[in-house]
């Protein structure tokens, strides 16, 4: 089992940028391939970005690609999520999330596959 504790979130300008991470507790973080979804007020949740258990694999919503990078570091159990050239419709709850057992770049994208959840950080981006 791994709990999560998201941070860095906040209230920045258009253009801006932010580092989100994610802080895991347990002894078996490197097991499990993590994400970060966001759901902004109204709206579902949706995928953002991922990565795998080595950190040798990334994936990326179209809408982020190009601005966010995820990355990760199995030895301090944090998973990190750069986001540039913030947009106010990057607005959202974050949430990291981690997940075991994907078979197939799909599951990355999808979070019925992630087991485990943060509480979220607040991102606002004003115009």
């Known amino acids: 089992q791994v709990q999560l504790v998201e941070s860095g979130g906040g209230l920045v300008q258009a253009g801006d940028s932010l580092r989100l991470s994610c802080a895991a507790s347990?002894?078996?973080?490197?097991?499990?391939?993590m994400g970060w979804f966001r759901q902004a007020p109204g709206k579902e949740r949706e995928f953002v970005a991922a990565i795998s258990r080595s950190g040798g694999s990334t994936y990326y919503a179209d809408s982020v690609k190009g601005r966010f990078t995820i990355s990760r570091d199995n030895a301090k159990k944090t998973v990190n999520l750069q986001m540039n050239s913030l947009k106010p419709e990057d607005t959202a709850v974050y949430y990291c999330?981690?997940?075991?057992?994907?078979?197939?770049?799909?599951?990355?994208?999808?979070?019925?596959?992630?087991?485990?959840w943060g509480q979220g950080t607040q991102v606002i981006v004003s115009s």
């Open positions: 347990g002894r078996t973080f490197s097991l499990y391939n």
């Open positions: 999330a981690a997940g075991l057992s994907f078979y197939s770049p799909t599951n990355y994208y999808d979070g019925r596959k992630y087991a485990y």
